[in-house]
């Protein structure tokens, strides 16, 4: 049936843009991620790929380092290597790329990317098509990532456009994590709404969490995870979710303005329903798949489905975003 709204309503505000997720400090500038494989290295030595400035550094106390590089790499001492601005962290139990074994109590695996920012077209500002509604531009624009044309509004859509052109969703997923701000014994969020209800330790920015479970798009809802790392693959995946989104909002025309406009509402009142535990105040399910449809506009969902998919849904509720979360004994939440 119809979902109730309550006092949720349709109340149009504008802004220049939705609020984008911090950007990780150790990536001063979006970067193409490189193919990645599993190379053994002595302690205290790092491996840099070959004819590019990125390196992946092994802490130094490791007993038996072991970095993620790109195929071809050459070693280098840990001292040349040190400060490099496009080496990154990578969790060591990433769901996303295969697991990693003997690193020593005292590891620290730095990820290699290649140094190359987001193109110079993906951040032109264009904020004359913001009202433009997606479909129109895309006739205008033949061939072109919409994600780059809008890049300029953020990572949100320029990483996306990096994922596009190196092909690889894995690294968008992986830079969207909020791992580092969520405290791993913060307080817990009961969040209900017309899709049902969760709980999450997500207090940067707990839209995501019911964007990701009203779509269904969570570790655990079903979509196959395997595929994330096949670029091909998810991006079929994703033109099937588009396919249905489109089928339920046949007449929508989304436009960025559009998107954002319902964003802000939607979020204003996912804050009082957590607020007053009001599953009325919160946005429906409606509202989220329409957010999802926007980005299918923009050419694909495949961007968001795979920084979801990094997340889970534990059999008990709890939406996870950590490899702990999800795999370990989870904490008492109230019924």
């Not at 979710?241 to 960025?256: N, T």
Request: glycine share 10%; charged share 20%; hydrophobic share 40%.
């Amino acid at each position: 049936g119809t979902p109730r709204l309550g006092r949720y309503r349709a109340t149009h505000l504008h802004t220049p843009m939705r609020p984008t997720p911090p950007r990780q400090p150790w990536l001063p500038v979006p970067c193409r991620l490189a193919a990645l494989t599993v190379l053994a290295a002595p302690a205290g030595a790092a491996l840099v790929p070959s004819g590019s400035r990125a390196a992946a550094v092994t802490d130094s106390s490791a007993l038996d380092a072991v970095a993620l590089v790109q195929r071809g790499a050459r070693p280098l001492p840990l001292r040349r290597a040190r400060g490099l601005p496009t080496a990154r962290p990578l969790r060591s139990r990433s769901r996303l790329l295969p697991s990693v074994r003997g690193t020593g109590a005292g590891g620290v695996l730095l990820q290699a990317s290649r140094a190359e920012a987001v193109p110079p077209e993906c951040l032109v500002n264009r904020s004359e098509d913001l009202a433009v509604p997606f479909e129109l531009l895309r006739s205008r624009h033949k061939g072109e990532d919409l994600c780059c044309h809008f890049g300029f509004l953020g990572d949100w859509a320029s990483g996306c456009a990096e994922a596009h052109l190196a092909r690889d969703y894995v690294g968008f997923a992986e830079s969207v994590g909020y791992e580092a701000a969520i405290e791993p014994n913060g307080t817990i969020l009961k969040i209900g709404y017309s899709g049902g209800v969760f709980y999450s330790r997500n207090q940067v920015f707990t839209f995501d969490d019911i964007y990701c479970h009203a779509n269904g798009w969570l570790g655990g809802q079903g979509l196959p995870a395997d595929l994330v790392t096949n670029y091909a693959a998810w991006s079929e995946l994703a033109e099937r979710e588009c396919a249905k989104l489109r089928g339920l909002f046949p007449d929508a025309k989304p436009s960025v303005q559009d998107m954002v406009d319902r964003d802000v509402v939607d979020q204003s009142h996912l804050k009082l329903a957590v607020r007053d535990g009001d599953a009325s105040e919160a946005p429906p399910v409606a509202e989220l798949q329409r957010h999802a449809l926007a980005k299918c506009a923009m050419g694909t969902a495949g961007c968001d489905m795979a920084y979801c998919n990094a997340w889970c849904l534990r059999a008990d509720g709890l939406v996870g975003h950590t490899p702990e979360e999800c795999a370990g004994p989870g904490p008492q939440l109230a019924p």
